[in-house]
């Protein structure tokens, strides 16, 4: 049986994770890695509401086209990390997503976003503080490779997760 990301960060099941689970976890620096991706709100405060919900799509693709993932999303700020100047450290603070999405509404937006439709993403929004953090696990899809539908067409590349970011890549690299 395959054991889900949350759970083995965790040691509990997805939607048995609270707001005390999210605090403890990041009491000690995180570090991102090909299944774990952070987004923080206040890192994304100048972007407008599209475009913050379009990195959250964009990091769901690259686990579809990968080995899947746990993306948390209302992360603690970002910060860089000492000993890989490319990569992030994430640690205190939790930084919740203002707006709220009812896990259905939200499993809907990523599927109807995504093509061909992915399965296998399940989301825990957990309330903190007039906020929200959203779990959202992703399992590696059988249907590669998925791509973010762009309006009325889809974008011209497709994401894989890599550390220590998402990366592009056109048709000929897949």
């Known amino acids: ?27 000690a620096e995180r570090d991102e890695s090909l299944t774990l991706e952070f987004k923080s709100y206040a890192d994304s405060k100048s972007l407008d509401k599209s475009e913050r919900i379009s990195g959250v799509f964009k990091t769901v693709v690259a686990f579809l086209n990968s080995s899947g993932g746990l993306l948390v999303w209302g992360a603690p700020e970002s910060t860089p990390s000492t000993t890989n100047l490319k990569s992030k450290i994430c640690t205190g603070p939790l ?14 937006k990523l599927v109807d976003s995504i093509d061909p439709r992915p399965h296998n ?14 779990l959202i696990e992703v399992q590696e899809s059988s249907n590669k490779p998925h791509q973010v539908k762009g309006k009325g067409t889809l974008f011209s590349a497709f994401l894989i997760a890599r550390v220590p970011n998402t990366s592009a890549l056109g048709t000929s690299s897949i």
Do not use: C, W
């Open 1 to 27: 049986m395959h054991i889900s990301f949350a759970t083995s960060l965790f040691h509990k099941a997805l939607h048995d994770i609270d707001q005390n689970d999210l605090e403890k976890f990041f009491e």
């Open 95 to 108: 930084s919740p997503v203002l707006e709220y999405f009812d896990r259905d509404v939200l499993v809907s």
């Open 121 to 134: 993403i399940d989301v825990n929004p957990i309330r903190i503080n007039g906020g929200y953090v959203y």
